[in-house]
């Protein structure tokens, strides 16, 4: 049943989404990863931290959503990484990556700088 365009495998569009300041002032950070259109269902999202200098990662909390399939045939997951204030405040960046078999992994990346601290 291929009900996609073209055929074949599609490669899911990243989309990485960062905490609210309502929730940095509860003392946590939230982040989404969002991957939408990829075909099969069993892309995989997983996250990796760096602090400021690069050097060391963050552990936070993960957790996954199983593919969603969509209208159009394609599917979409999401990911979560739940960190605390303190360790978004040591974060440089925040990577979520999505793999899937033998393709070429896709990355998505935020910087911490890049969030509104409005």
């Given amino acids: 049943m291929w009900q996609q365009a073209g055929g074949g495998d599609a490669r899911p569009a990243l ?14 950070a939230t982040l989404m990863c969002v991957a939408n259109k990829g075909f099969p269902s069993d892309w995989s999202l997983s996250w990796k931290t760096s602090d400021s200098s690069g050097s060391s990662s963050i552990r936070g909390e993960e957790s996954r959503t199983p593919g969603v399939l969509q209208n159009d045939g394609l599917y979409s997951w999401s990911s979560t990484l739940t960190l605390t204030a303190d360790q978004w405040g040591k974060v440089g960046s925040v990577t979520c990556e999505a793999t899937q078999g033998s393709h070429t992994p896709i990355s ?6 890049q969030c509104s601290q409005s």
């Fill in 108 to 113: 998505e990346i935020l910087r911490r700088d």
């Fill in 15 to 28: 989309k990485v989404l960062g905490p609210s300041n309502k929730e940095l002032e509860q003392g946590k």
